[in-house]
């Protein structure tokens, strides 16, 4: 897979204090991380206390638990003055869950399974996004199976896609990601469709899009622009998806 980063964000923070370590407020997967963590270096944590701050929705495909893991271990290498090492961050991640990229400063081809960067996609790929969260949320791991079967079956659609994007991001031409993106968001809708998907792909070109993206394990559905969108082209987005039932967020996603 190749994840899209978009500008949100988890931040993590320890206050060293007098109080005992509170409970890390951020679920099971994050505290996990801190014990595998302090256990990797073999150092305990001080008394203090821990804040966290979260722009992520749970469940809806934007990579938060391993945002939050990333986050975690980003703040303790802070904490106790070690330089940031990704090694021992796949390795903790690879004990705890399947991951996203997010942990990368780049566009990745990535086996989230395995914890295995295959190609790495570089920094000159940008975009300007208009996204809406269609309602519910998914468990991840409760369609995993669904959706390896769904890969397994369209295995040959999903290589002739992954081929476009690869070559799309080797010649630095982002309408040619963007094309691949739609073409494996339409796959998408097979198995995890998303309620808006027919009507964005319709008004596209009508709102100079260079193609769709949506998170294939979530509810996250979005035009790729290739442009900051002004004032006028905001409020005609946002009237679109507000006709869809939407309320309309925008952020910057890639790098270039």
Not at 214 to 236: F, M, Q
Request: charged share 20%; proline share 4%.
């Amino acid at each position: 897979m190749v994840s899209f980063p978009t500008d949100r964000h988890s931040w993590v923070h320890f206050t060293p204090g007098s109080e005992a370590p509170g409970r890390l407020p951020l679920g099971e997967k994050s505290a996990t991380a801190v014990r595998l963590f302090l256990g990797h270096f073999g150092l305990t944590l001080p008394p203090g206390g821990w804040s966290v701050h979260s722009d992520l929705r749970v469940g809806v495909g934007m990579a938060s638990s391993t945002a939050d893991i990333v986050a975690t271990l980003r703040c303790l290498f802070r904490l106790f003055g070690l330089a940031y090492d990704r090694k021992v961050v796949l390795e903790i991640l690879t004990a705890i869950e399947r991951a996203d990229s997010v942990f990368l400063d780049e566009f990745a081809l990535y086996l989230s399974a395995r914890h295995r960067v295959v190609r790495r996609l570089g920094t000159d790929i940008g975009f300007h996004t208009a996204f809406v969260t269609e309602p519910g949320t998914v468990d991840t791991s409760a369609v995993t199976g669904l959706l390896l079967e769904h890969y397994r079956r369209h295995g040959e659609e999903y290589e002739r896609c992954l081929n476009d994007m690869v070559k799309g991001f080797a010649s630095g031409d982002p309408a040619a990601v963007a094309r691949a993106a739609t073409a494996s968001a339409a796959l998408s809708q097979r198995v995890l469709p998303k309620t808006s998907f027919d009507s964005m792909l319709a008004h596209r070109e009508r709102f100079g899009a260079d193609g769709i993206f949506v998170a294939h394990t979530g509810r996250v559905i979005g035009y790729l622009l290739p442009r900051r969108p002004d004032a006028e082209l905001k409020s005609e987005l946002s009237a679109f998806y507000h006709s869809l039932g939407h309320q309309c967020s925008f952020a910057r996603g890639g790098y270039g």
